[in-house]
């Protein structure tokens, strides 16, 4: 890997969290009742759930307390709040910023290079059988970077040098969203790729960056990041795509919801298109919409 220089880190100090380490993903132990900082009831558990459930489609059940009491216990202490009930009440007296940071404290990131490996020989295959493009491809719930990036190292392996591969990245957590943009991760989080890719795709930080590594340039300039929220119907899309990665999102919504989206991306992806899935993602119900191809790949009917 060749070294290269980032500006120093601003704010906390730490440019860049692995996934596991986002404190949306932070699973807290359960305070108990007389442990916790803040006072919790059964109604705000069920109005926080009712209030992700309509912004982010999120299915939250019972056994979820410990893991959303912790996480926006940290949303009441940034916003000076003594209780859940008056931040809840605030947070929904208006639709200012906090929606999204709400939304943010609620999401899980996990994720990381190459996750379920097997997804990424279709795709090769796919991209080889027109080596010259154009290729357009859709990566949704894309949290901090690591599954469009590795869809994009895929596509440069791939194709031949001057080919048209445009990747579209996105998510609706915003936080995330800056990481992945940004494209700089921990050496640690790299262990799984190999040397070849390491030094083909990553630049090592020095100095206050060491133990830091940055994508290229060439890796970053083919994806567009962009907000979307698979729930709502306003996807900016005009163009099918030939491919679309939806993985480990679904698993969050409920089969009503899930079937809305299916519907919509069955409308985005172009005849024949690959829809990839999660491990524990299986959407056989929709075979009007999808055919199975593959271990968790379905075809665009
Ligand atoms: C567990 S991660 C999956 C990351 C990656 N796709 C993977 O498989 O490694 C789930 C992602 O879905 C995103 N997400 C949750 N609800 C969403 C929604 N309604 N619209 C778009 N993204 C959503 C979360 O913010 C999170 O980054």
Request: aromatic share 10%; charged share 25%; with cysteine.
């Amino acid at each position: 890997m060749h070294a290269y220089t980032l500006p120093r880190p601003v704010g906390r100090g730490v440019p860049v969290r692995a996934a596991e380490a986002q404190p949306a993903s932070g699973m807290a132990a359960d305070a108990g009742d007389e442990g916790r900082e803040f006072a919790w009831t059964q109604a705000d558990f069920s109005r926080v759930r009712s209030l992700i459930y309509q912004r982010a489609g999120i299915s939250l059940h019972e056994g979820k307390h410990a893991m959303v009491y912790s996480r926006l216990s940290r949303r009441l202490r940034e916003t000076g709040h003594s209780s859940f009930h008056g931040y809840l009440g605030w947070l929904e007296s208006g639709d200012g910023p906090e929606w999204q940071e709400f939304v943010n404290a609620l999401t899980t990131n996990l994720t990381a290079f190459f996750r379920e490996q097997h997804h990424f020989e279709v795709l090769s295959a796919l991209l080889r059988t027109r080596p010259a493009g154009p290729w357009s491809v859709w990566c949704n719930a894309a949290s901090t970077g690591e599954e469009p990036y590795s869809i994009v190292m895929t596509a440069l392996e791939s194709l031949s040098p001057q080919s048209q591969f445009k990747l579209t990245a996105s998510d609706i957590d915003s936080r995330v969203l800056a990481t992945a943009a940004r494209g700089v991760y921990r050496l640690d989080g790299l262990k799984g790729l190999s040397q070849d890719r390491l030094q083909r795709f990553f630049m090592r930080g020095k100095g206050v960056n060491a133990g830091l590594a940055r994508v290229r340039p060439e890796l970053r300039r083919a994806i567009e990041f962009l907000s979307v929220n698979l729930v709502r119907d306003d996807w900016p899309f005009r163009e099918p795509f030939d491919a679309v990665f939806c993985r480990n999102v679904m698993i969050y919504f409920d089969a009503p919801t899930q079937r809305r989206v299916l519907e919509r991306m069955h409308r985005v992806l172009k005849p024949g298109g690959l829809l990839f899935v999660g491990h524990a993602e299986n959407f056989s119900d929709a075979r009007d919409l999808f055919a199975l191809r593959g271990k968790t790949v379905y075809e665009r009917l």
